[in-house]
């Protein structure tokens, strides 16, 4: 499917007339970094913003994200209405890391720091808000502002969903934007169909038998065991996987003992496990409960093994593909999109696309001069961005916004 059309407006004009409130607002945000589900700070930064806007705010009670409907002119005055609802979403939350930018807005919070670029991502809906705002009597319907906490595997976007923030109106189509700087400033990549991966976290408990680290035959020492367990486990995930529907299994952490002469009485084993699709989540889970308990029953050992269920895997609706596509272009001109292969990174702007179709996107973010390929990346406690994509960003949510109520996917 191909979509072609001219924006009604010069949303790019307008992106560059809204960057300076823009940057003001994500240093601000930047400088005070929140990490989780509850971000009030960092929330009433932008309920600030939003101030005077015929914007109406709805809150939950499970996180402090909250939402803004803006209900246009031309059949978006009520729920109920003939207009069509769609939803842009920003994240507000910061990752637990101790920023070295030596910005002058670094981060004055000890051990937090927005390195992935949420900061950003709220001052370009904010910006995106005020823009459509202004253009309310224009717009055949509704606009959704998802601003969220939690995104960094706090699983917030579920959190505001099980709120109901999301239901009055149900949003027909959701889209969202993330910073890149390893793409060059004001690039859109994206794809349709699997976008992103699924994430699990998993544990493990290997008990055996302590003793004297002299006398092994004395004890069941179960460090060995871990180990081949390990080994197991890549080997399942190389021979056994579908290079065609791919995984990734790396056991990160392995604790055990106290002492240089102590064998231990058990090792605690973490890692994380990434899926593009839900058929091979559940075939490498069950893989990896069967090698756990499997291998060290072998040698006389338990193990315990632990699955905590992380995002769901990212899925781009094609026509939501197509749409974010044909904005770019038309914003940024031909070369302006380009096709992405699938990252075995996590959104959970997938439970979002698990409940409405839509799309998510990345926008390139390198520093002018700046080469994107060895910029620090996403979640380096040296990332920086240019600011200047934020422009570009307001003017892709608005177009897209625009665009999608009045002609949906068609």
Request: net charge negative; glycine share 10%; hydrophobic share 40%.
């Amino acid at each position: 499917m191909s979509l072609d059309f001219e924006s009604t407006t010069d949303w790019a004009a307008i992106g560059e007339k809204s960057l300076d409130a823009a940057i003001e607002l994500r240093r601000a945000i930047h400088a005070d970094p929140e990490v989780g589900l509850h971000c009030p700070r960092t929330s009433d930064k932008v309920k600030a913003a939003l101030a005077g806007l015929p914007l109406e705010i709805r809150e939950g009670t499970s996180t402090t994200g909250f939402v803004a409907i803006l209900r246009g002119g031309r059949g978006g005055g009520t729920a109920g209405g003939n207009g069509r609802t769609v939803l842009l979403r920003g994240d507000m939350d910061a990752l637990p890391m101790q920023e070295e930018t030596g910005l002058p807005f670094a981060s004055k919070v000890d051990g937090a720091m927005h390195a992935c670029g949420h900061d950003s991502h709220t001052a370009m809906l904010v910006g995106a808000a005020k823009a459509l705002c202004a253009r309310r009597d224009e717009l055949p319907g509704t606009v959704v502002f998802m601003f969220q906490p939690g995104e960094e595997g706090h699983h917030g976007a579920r959190h505001m969903i099980a709120d109901g923030l999301l239901d009055a109106p149900l949003p027909e189509a959701g889209f969202a934007l993330h910073i890149s700087p390893n793409m060059p400033m004001g690039h859109v990549v994206s794809r349709s169909g699997t976008l992103m991966a699924s994430t699990d976290t998993l544990r493990a408990t290997i008990t055996g038998r302590g003793g004297h680290a002299a006398m092994p035959h004395d004890c069941l020492d179960p460090l060995p065991i871990a180990c081949e367990i390990v080994t197991a486990l890549q080997t399942y995930v190389a021979r056994q996987v579908a290079v065609t529907d791919p995984a990734v299994l790396s056991i990160t952490k392995l604790n055990a003992g106290s002492a240089h002469n102590v064998i231990p009485s058990s090792v605690e084993m973490l890692g994380t496990m990434r899926t593009l699709s839900e058929r091979t989540r559940e075939q490498v889970r069950a893989a990896f409960i069967r090698m756990v308990e499997g291998i060290a029953a072998a040698h006389g050992a338990v193990g315990t093994p632990t699955i905590e269920e992380g995002y769901p895997v990212t899925v781009n609706d094609s026509r939501a593909t197509e749409l974010i596509k044909a904005v770019a272009t038309t914003i940024g001109g031909e070369g302006a999109y380009q096709v992405m292969p699938p990252m075995m990174g996590a959104e959970d702007f997938s439970y979002v696309l698990q409940k409405l179709p839509g799309a998510m996107a990345f926008i390139g973010a390198a520093p002018e001069g700046s080469d994107p390929r060895t910029n620090p990346p996403l979640h380096n406690t040296k990332m920086t961005i240019d600011e200047r994509v934020m422009a570009h960003g307001i003017a892709v949510h608005c177009a897209v916004a625009e665009r999608f109520l009045a002609n949906g996917f068609d």
